[in-house]
């Protein structure tokens, strides 16, 4: 079965950082782009970055643009999100999405998503 | 980057109604387009690709349409585990833009 796995939410004090994971099984990881969603309490769906398959392009959401670190190891087989600087506006639950194939496609699978507090 | 507009933004229906969802696109994104399904507490769910191609494994109840600026999301006769949140997404550009989403209630 085609899974994705997340971790290393939790809670935050403003100004920390993190680093997310994902976890994929059921498929070959190197094959695939790979995004980042995130989704704030009770709002909708919010694009956050996108890795291509080779890992060498990457792009983030302007209003994240600078705080943000995506990542992959083929070795591992997963896929990372460093966030700097955390905001309390970055509270949301973040999910790993994989690409239907390469970088400009939608996203046919996606993990169960980590959440992340950001609070004092 | 590309503003993704549905409407309504809520829908009630009964089951067995035919319901349409509209996605408009702040410009021409081609039918770089694609709608999920959410139901609460759970991942996104994929259902269309390319505006119109239907994911395996999702019911032939569900439609999609349109290119350009304007695209349709049908059910075409709702059954109970249809009530969730539609968002459509464009990718037509790496800045890719979800839609605010679509509740789809019980009436």
């Known amino acids: 079965e085609v899974q994705l796995l997340e971790s290393g939410g939790g809670l935050v004090q403003p100004g920390g950082s993190l680093r997310l994971s994902c976890a994929p099984s059921g498929f070959d990881f190197n094959n695939y782009a790979m995004s980042w969603v995130r989704q704030a309490p009770g709002k909708g769906l919010e694009w956050v970055s996108t890795?291509?398959?080779?890992?060498?392009?990457?792009y983030y959401a302007d209003s994240l643009k600078g705080r943000l670190t995506i990542s992959r190891d083929k070795s591992k087989s997963t896929l990372y999100l460093q966030i700097n600087s955390l905001r309390v506006e970055d509270t949301a639950v973040y999910y790993c999405?994989?690409?239907?194939?390469?970088?400009?496609?939608?996203?046919?699978?996606w993990g169960q998503g980590t959440m992340v507090t950001v609070s004092s | 980057d590309i503003q993704m507009t549905q409407s309504p933004s809520t829908l009630s229906a009964s089951i067995g109604d035919r319901v349409t969802i509209t996605c408009r696109a702040s410009?021409?994104?081609?039918?770089?387009l694609a709608w999920y399904q959410q139901k609460a507490g759970k991942a996104p769910k994929f259902l269309i690709y390319k505006a119109s191609s239907l994911e395996s494994a999702v019911p032939s109840r569900f439609s999609g349409s349109g290119s350009g600026t304007e695209f349709t999301l049908t059910i075409s006769s709702l059954q109970p585990d249809d009530f969730a949140t539609y968002y459509c997404q464009q990718y037509s550009t790496y800045s890719r833009t979800f839609g605010q989403g679509t509740k789809l209630e019980i009436k």
């Open positions: 890795i291509s398959a080779s890992g060498y392009s990457t």
């Open positions: 999405a994989k690409h239907r194939s390469a970088v400009y496609d939608a996203f046919d699978i």
């Open positions: 410009q021409n994104i081609s039918t770089w």
